[in-house]
């Protein structure tokens, strides 16, 4: 009992001196809907909101912290978090689509619509593959994020800030995993 009370006491002592981050968010997809995806974390415990998209993640506060995001038809989303901050709110991950079609043409625009007849998206490809613009939109017909390929490769990514502006995603690309790798604090 009393080794269990020493353990127990130890544990404590170390959450205190060192403290806790609480990593927060809210995932949306590439049209601009709450979504949801498997999320992988390297250190710490995740709580995930269901309906709402919004997940977060207690994780000591020496540490640096690895978030993963995949989704089937998206490319894999990281976040490298080397922050000590008590509370870091991501706010919107913006899941990126890497899906392209063979239901298409070679070279030229894949378009989807939704029901109501607005635009849902708009493909540019290349011999198959993602090769210049790809737009997504609400159900509202608003641009919601904007990604420039080169030969299926993201070369620039805008996703739609809650102002509405469309803003650039500062981020890497792992050609080898196919990973779009963010990492924070972010300064752009």
Do not use: C
Not at 35 to 48: A, C, F, H, P, Y
Not at 82 to 110: A, C, R, T, V
Request: hydrophobic share 35%; no cysteine; proline share 2%.
């Amino acid at each position: 009992m009393k080794k269990k009370l020493l353990i127990l006491f130890l544990a404590l002592f170390t959450i205190l001196i060192n403290g806790q981050n609480k990593i927060k968010g809210q995932l949306i997809d590439s049209y601009g809907e709450i979504t949801i995806t498997e999320i992988k974390v390297n250190n710490g415990e995740l709580q995930i909101d269901f309906d709402s998209g919004k997940f977060e993640i207690k994780t000591d506060n020496n540490s640096i912290i690895e978030i993963e995001f995949i989704y089937f038809g998206d490319f894999k989303l990281k976040y490298i978090i080397e922050n000590n901050s008590k509370i870091i709110d991501l706010g919107k991950i913006h899941l990126i689509e890497s899906n392209n079609w063979f239901d298409g043409p070679k070279n030229g625009y894949i378009k989807g619509k939704y029901d109501s007849g607005i635009i849902k998206y708009n493909r540019e490809i290349r011999n198959w593959k993602l090769n210049g613009v790809s737009e997504f939109y609400n159900k509202k017909g608003e641009l919601t994020q904007k990604v420039i390929f080169k030969k299926n490769i993201p070369i620039e990514i805008y996703i739609r800030n809650d102002n509405g502006d469309m803003k650039e995603l500062n981020y890497e690309f792992d050609k080898k995993t196919r990973t779009i790798v963010i990492t924070v604090p972010n300064n752009s």
